[in-house]
């Protein structure tokens, strides 16, 4: 594992120095980009693929899974209902039409594997996070979680420089600008980096609605688990069960309903609501998670292969522009009807 987790290490390094020199880049866009340059760079390609790859792997998953529970202590149950009902109700509604809507799509298209799935999650919930908690659940192939990532965070930073320049235009206050990003960005810093250009209450709106997004992983995770188990009671015995989980004839082991990780981040929600924790260690936490976030991301985006990733280019942007513009639409409408 130590030739990819040095690897993995040394490009946190680099992302962190490519969003100090260019602070609109966010440091787990820049770890993904990073990531996949690694992967098709002569020189570095033969380690990418070799020693490296158990290494990155485990970045990919395992310090992914750390990074969702800490993320948990980004939002507490008062934040939530500070929204009011009808913002909550609005967020709802823009998840629940850009899941099930991009992954109808995705499966029309013909994409292969769960790439609708995890597209689908990560638009609709908090991007590469999500689709990663996602893929846990789904035992999903690493090329799948690799091009869903790839696809997600291309979006989220190119609503970064978009999402501003419509800012006025859509006729928007700063609060109103807050919530449709918050609302319509998939990607926490990706969030931050679009509505800090209307200002500091159009960044809180933001956060908030954002955070509203990310407490529903949990329950999704839970309804993904759900799907499994049904598909593996339904499937002859030593069959996969469509799952990508395989089989070998013998009893396959249940997912649990509520994954080790889901539940630290519920608990982490739970424990930032009590207001225990001092401002020291939120920071702390923030800084470990984003870490975190920025090793695995960047594990994700080795795993990356452009040449195959092109064989599916086109109908991988089609859906990516569907889902886009369905929940921007989608909000920028949840906004000015909850204003």
Known sequence: MLPGL???????????????????????????????????????????????RPG???????????????????LSVGDVLGLGWATVAMVVVVVATTFFGTQWLGRRLGLPGDQPLLIATGYSICGASAICAVSEVRRSEERDVAASVALVTLCGTLAIAL????????????????????????DVGQVVAAAQTAGPHALGQAVLVKLMRVALLAPLVAAVVLSVRARRAAAPAGGSGGDGSG?????????????????????????????????????????????????????????????????????????????????????????????
């Open 247 to 339: 089989g070998d004839g013998g009893e396959v082991r249940r997912p649990p309903l509520v994954p080790l990780f889901v539940a630290g981040f519920v608990l982490a929600v739970a424990l930032r609501t009590t207001g225990w924790l001092p401002a020291g260690a939120l920071e702390a936490a923030h800084t470990a998670q984003e870490l975190l976030l920025a090793a695995a991301l960047f594990g994700l985006g080795s795993a990356v292969h452009l040449p195959t990733l092109a064989r599916t280019g086109g109908r991988v942007a089609a859906l990516g522009l569907f889902s886009w513009v369905v929940i921007a639409g989608v909000s920028y409408g949840g906004v000015l009807l909850t204003a």
């Open 56 to 74: 990155l792997s485990l970045a990919g998953k395992r310090l992914m899974r750390l990074g969702v529970v800490l993320l948990g202590l980004k």
């Open 6 to 52: 040095a690897l993995a290490a040394l490009g946190v390094a680099a992302a962190v120095a490519v969003h100090m020199l260019l602070p609109p880049v966010p440091m787990l866009t820049a770890a993904v980009v990073l990531g996949i340059l690694a992967a098709h760079v002569p020189l570095v390609r033969p380690l990418v693929r070799g020693a490296a």
């Open 163 to 186: 999402l501003p320049l419509l800012h006025h235009p859509l006729g928007l206050d700063d609060g109103q600008f807050g919530r449709w990003v918050g609302a319509g960005v998939h």
